[in-house]
């Protein structure tokens, strides 16, 4: 029996590998096959013959990964527009702390005004600044519960500007 850390021989045809596994394994075999690492529909049903995978369950798989693909495609842009949102908000809490340790630089710590800037200093940027590093752990340390019902939401509106939209272009397509 081969220990899990090492390769079976060519021989060894009683050596089971994990579903993942065998998946990965075969991805990398046809990528080094193909030249240009694409596939045409023929040899794709060409390869799912050999595995002994019937033409329905393939083109199953295909509509799945139809699917799928747009949904990868929505996550990138969600994560995308999520960064972009919290940098944009980072960079806003930058500026108005540093106008703040400006005016309190420049009333040199005495008088009405410093204790005004100082003020106004911890006031709005304590709570800010707190709502900034929960976005900011929430965007890049994510709880996967919390992040697919907030993928989800995302991806209904998105879905309903669409579909509004395209309704819209058709209407006014129409006058």
Not at 49 to 57: F, K, Q, R, W
Not at 124 to 141: E, Q, S
Not at 142 to 151: L, V
Request: some cysteine; glycine content about 8%; proline content about 3%.
């Amino acid at each position: 029996m081969t220990h899990p850390n090492q390769h079976p021989t060519n021989q060894d045809s009683t050596f089971l590998y994990p579903a993942e596994d065998a998946q990965q394994i075969l991805s990398i075999a046809m990528a080094c096959q193909t030249e240009s690492g694409d596939l045409s529909r023929a040899q794709l049903l060409e390869i799912a013959e050999e595995l002994g995978i019937s033409a329905e369950t393939l083109a199953e798989a295909e509509r799945e990964w139809d699917v799928k693909k747009y949904e990868l495609a929505d996550q990138r842009q969600f994560d995308r527009e999520r960064k972009q949102r919290f940098q944009h908000s980072l960079s806003r809490f930058c500026f108005f702390i540093g106008f703040l340790f400006v005016l309190l630089i420049l009333a040199g710590g005495s008088g009405g005004w410093a204790g005004l800037a100082n003020f106004l200093l911890f006031l709005p940027g304590a709570p800010w600044g707190l709502k900034l590093a929960w976005d900011a752990w929430r965007i890049y340390r994510p709880n996967e519960y919390s992040y697919t019902k907030e993928f989800q939401r995302w991806r209904r509106k998105q879905q309903m500007r669409r579909a509004v939209g395209g309704a819209v272009r058709r209407l006014m397509g129409s006058f």
